[in-house]
């Protein structure tokens, strides 16, 4: 069964609490509970008596060899992951440090077999020390360092020797061929799609001519129609969740967009009856 | 070739305005000038300068947006222990609870 849900934000709740029948899973950021030690592990335990959630991280610097320089944290987050029973853990295949220096932002990687071992090396030790496989995400990229292998040539790589899985961001993806650096298509027919476990959804915006991952809009259709296509080919996609994390003012957006990808969903885990439907409708 | 020294090098060029300016006026001799790797030195060369140069406002912008949120965070958890000293009558040193450590980038 695939659950459908959002990223949780404080700002959504007047918007979503009439309509919380459109969640059935809340996207929260581990690195919301690891600070305040016993007070963010109470969070997180009572968060997640109140309903489904998924763990994502954006702290965890996998790409860099700051992966594995902060152990309190990997513990923190370990705790987080045992006082909730989240099976997985997702993070990014990027990098936000460098030797203890905040980016404030994911890197995107040089896709060489140097940097391809030391995030397969990172993979393991943070599997590890969590208990947990990894879900790492596809960042949408400004730039692009380039390298030997294209972004799913790389991503497949990981996988095959950590056992780690995929978080597919479709919406990242598609700004990528946006910005002129990939092609979607191709990149998907690459990826490995059965390690596919989870799926982002979010709004970009355009400023100057460059595409980002702005999570201040509608979800384009282009990325529903996608995720349509490739529903049928992740056996093993468990969430798809959308984020929204700007202009939260226009949250019937997110209920619109939630409404569209539960009618995706529901189509796909229930074909014979919803063509049976339409057909009779 | 090392990764670590190409990302110290690309975390100059996002975060350091100098730096940036540097590699601008002239990516390879830039890239010569710190790197020996003939791989490492086209990359960083032939780096997009417009993506390059736009992410790296991103990245001022959100840090900017980091700390103010990183102070308004320290500010609330004091008021907050000072509350919770009040009502238990404890004096502020009795208890310590750490500040958020909301440090890292937007989420994606």
């Known amino acids: 069964v695939i659950e459908v849900g959002c990223a949780y934000r404080t700002g959504l709740l007047p918007h979503l609490v009439d309509h919380l029948d459109l969640v059935d899973v809340f996207e929260h950021s581990v690195d919301d509970f690891v600070a305040g030690a016993e007070e963010g592990l109470a969070a997180a335990r009572r968060v997640a008596d109140l309903g489904p959630i998924t763990l994502h991280s954006i702290g965890l610097s996998v790409g860099s060899v700051d992966a594995t320089a902060r152990p309190d944290h990997l513990r923190e987050c370990r705790e987080v992951l045992r006082a909730t029973g989240v099976p997985e853990l997702s993070d990014h295949f990027a990098y936000s440090r460098v030797e203890g220096r905040r980016l404030h932002d994911f890197a995107p990687l040089w896709r060489v077999e140097e940097q391809l071992e030391l995030v397969v090396g990172n993979v393991h030790a943070i599997q590890d020390a969590l208990g947990v496989p990894l879900a790492l995400e596809n960042v949408a990229m400004v730039f692009d360092p380039g390298g030997e292998m294209s972004p799913a040539e790389f991503a497949n790589e990981v996988v095959r020797r950590t056992g780690c899985r995929l978080l597919l961001d479709i919406s990242n ?61 992740m056996p093993n996609c468990r969430s798809v969740i959308i984020e929204r994390d700007g202009r939260l003012q226009q949250g019937h957006e997110l209920i619109d967009d939630l409404r569209r990808v539960r009618a995706v969903v529901a189509a796909h885990q229930q074909p014979t009856e919803v063509a049976a439907a339409s057909a009779a409708g | 070739m090392s990764v670590p020294d190409t990302q110290r090098l690309l975390a100059e060029l996002l975060l350091d305005p100098e730096a940036r300016a540097a ?80 440090t890292e980038p937007a989420r994606s």
Not at chain 2, 23 to 35: F, H, I, M, N, Q
């Open chain 1, 173 to 233: 993806l598609l700004i990528d061929e946006s910005n002129g650096l990939c092609n979607a298509g191709q990149e998907l027919a690459m990826l490995d799609l059965d390690a596919v476990t989870g799926v982002h959804l979010a709004g970009g915006e355009e400023v100057d001519g460059i595409v980002w991952d702005a999570h201040h809009a509608p979800v384009p259709t282009s990325d529903i129609e996608w995720l349509t296509r490739l529903l049928p080919e």
């Open chain 2, 23 to 102: 590699w601008s006026a002239d990516p390879r001799g830039y890239a010569r000038a710190r790197l020996t790797d003939q791989a490492e030195i086209d990359m960083v060369a032939n780096l997009d300068p417009r993506g390059l140069t736009a992410m790296a406002a991103s990245l001022a912008e959100k840090e900017a947006r980091w700390r103010h949120f990183h102070d308004l965070g320290h500010k609330v958890m004091a008021r907050r222990r000072a509350d919770r000293n009040r009502q238990e009558g404890h004096t502020p040193e009795a208890r310590h609870t750490h500040p958020p450590t909301h």
